[in-house]
């Protein structure tokens, strides 16, 4: 037997949690059921049985994160909750008041305990079994049949419900449930937001779908895995056969062995911190092309790469650079998984968009214009022309020569100040599109249009593909660079749904259009529409066991 030891080990759980739970037990955790209270969407806050408005102890403000103490019950904005623990040695976790997170003061973040979970879930059961004696009547929203935050089988003991009535309580929702097919929560292992928000968009994408629930990864014969090392699109597959199981669960998944592989994956990133979400996008499609592209012995930038990762995602960008002494113009073409976008600054809004608003608002076609429109380079960045054969003033002009089957464009939200050597968040309001055609920024439109329309053909023309494109999901930013908030909208047979972590919720249209878009998700529109007509007869997974258990973390 082998003696090597693994090269990676994951974070350690907090320490601070562990002295608690080792001196207090779980009596915090009691003590604070009663003061929980939820919604019939599934949302849980913290309410303090003495005041109407929580404010902080320190500052007495009230807007904000403010977090509980678990051992003194008092109350910190996320600036004094470091001062809190500092001055009263062990109270270092308290719980966020808003959502009812565990939240480590010493640490200054989340963190996640299962028996936490089990505490909030008991809640839940408790007043939704009041509520339901009290109504006598079938809830009529989806988001009131979402009863619980945790599996099923977790192991819950409630102290003033019986158990098999608990039984009977969820499985008669669950049956009443009309969630579509692959619709699930997924639980927040502790400032993993980031993660759930990019994984709903993944789960949802025709084309990823379709791979992977046709067990084209299978990862019980996959031999990319080994003992010390987890395979990252093996885990995907664990979560698609979770989440599109005929079983029929609909409580929400922890995906905490999906994360353990991205960690091995990006050792760098490996901790309970906030990650930006389209990092984590490009990091997870970089994992998945590593991983499947060795067993093909292709390189990256290898153009035929077939892996699942480049045939759903990839495209190619044009880049002309012209001379603007004798006009001579140099192209190159790079490989792209995504576009990302510069928001026009020039028709920007810090107001909330309204379908047929007209006015000077910042649009995604704005922001395409300004991505496919000519660039004068600074003389600072003058190159060197093939034709004069020295440097010279140039104009750069990017265009999309290749479409992928999924389009994914990032707009540029955070930016970094030279000047002040700061970065900040830009919370300007985008209207964009359900419907996107692409035709005027390919390339062939853009340098047909540069020549008067003079060029009719040539190589790499677009026109015979698919440029119509349909949007499927769209991850939204809230918050500041700070204290953000990640979440998804999905479109699913033209209904729109709020994937907040673990809580899933029907909107309207018009709280996706007026939400501060961050990624959007488009997809062919041949490929959007067969993929609604054949959403009920998906290849279902009937793998029992959808992954490898993590004690305390499932």
């Known amino acids: 037997m082998s003696t090597r030891k693994p090269s990676y080990t994951n974070p350690r759980p907090c320490k601070h949690l562990s002295a608690y739970k080792l001196k207090h037990g779980l009596s915090g955790y009691k003590s604070l059921q009663k003061c929980l209270k939820t919604t019939p969407n599934g949302r849980t806050s913290v309410e303090n049985p003495g005041t109407k408005i929580s404010r902080c102890s320190s500052c007495n403000g009230y807007q904000g994160r403010l977090y509980f103490c678990l051992i003194c019950s008092s109350i910190s904005c996320s600036s004094h909750t470091l001062l809190h623990t500092q001055s009263e040695i062990g109270h270092d976790l308290a719980v966020d008041i808003e959502r009812a997170e565990l939240y480590c003061c010493a640490c200054s973040d989340q963190v996640y ?33 979402l009863c619980e935050r945790k599996r099923l089988g977790s192991g819950v003991e409630l102290a003033d419900l019986n158990k098999s009535g608990q039984l ?202 300004l991505f496919t429109k000519p660039e004068k380079l600074g003389t600072d960045q003058k190159l060197f022309c093939q034709n004069c054969q020295e440097p010279r003033d140039s104009s750069k002009q990017l265009s999309i020569r290749k479409l992928p089957l999924v389009l994914c464009l990032h707009i540029k939200r955070f930016e970094h100040s030279l000047v002040r050597k700061m970065m900040r968040k830009i919370d300007s309001y985008m209207h964009f599109p359900f ?57 699913i047979k033209e209904q729109w749904y709020k994937c907040d972590n673990a809580w899933i919720s029907e909107v309207d249209e018009r709280v996706v259009r007026a939400s501060q878009c961050y990624m959007m998700f488009y997809v062919h529109k041949t490929l959007y529409y067969k993929a609604k007509e054949d959403l009920s007869c998906l290849p279902v997974s009937t793998r029992k066991e959808a992954f490898h258990r993590v004690a305390g973390c499932c």
């Open 113 to 145: 305990d299962p028996d936490f979970d089990k505490t909030v879930m008991s809640k839940h059961m408790l007043d939704l079994s009041y509520s339901t004696n009290r109504n006598g009547a079938d809830r009529d929203s989806i988001g009131e049949r």
């Open 168 to 369: 009977a309580l969820m499985r008669d929702h669950r049956a009443k449930s009309c969630y579509p097919l692959g619709l699930r929560g997924l639980n927040n292992l502790g400032n993993t937001c980031f993660m759930n928000s990019v994984l709903q968009a993944l789960l949802h994408a025709p084309p990823m779908r379709n791979y992977f629930l046709s067990d084209r990864h299978n990862r019980r014969t996959c031999r990319k895995r080994s003992a010390n090392r987890l395979c990252l699109p093996c885990e995907l597959d664990g979560i698609f056969s979770a989440v599109y199981s005929g079983g029929g669960d609909r409580t929400p998944y922890s995906p905490a062995q999906f994360l353990y592989s991205w960690w091995q994956h990006s050792e760098n990133l490996a901790s309970y911190e906030q990650q930006d979400a389209h990092e984590f996008f490009i990091s997870v499609l970089d994992g998945i092309h590593e991983r499947e592209s060795k067993a093909r012995n292709q390189t990256r930038d290898s153009g035929d790469c077939q892996c699942i990762t480049h045939r759903v995602f990839s495209g190619q960008l044009r880049s002309d650079v012209t001379c603007m002494t004798c006009g001579f113009t140099s192209t190159t073409y790079d490989p792209c998984l995504d576009i990302s976008l510069d928001l026009d600054t020039n028709h920007c809004s810090n107001k909330p968009v309204k379908r047929n608003d007209n006015s000077s608002t910042s649009t995604l076609l704005g922001c395409l214009d």
């Open 435 to 491: 419907s996107l055609d692409m035709t005027p920024y390919l390339s062939s439109s853009i340098v047909r249009n540069r020549f008067g329309n003079r060029i009719f053909a040539f190589e790499g023309d677009d026109s015979d593909n698919s440029t119509e494109f349909e949007i499927f999901a769209v991850i939204t930013h809230s918050g500041t660079l700070d204290s953000g908030h990640y979440l998804t909208y999905l479109r």
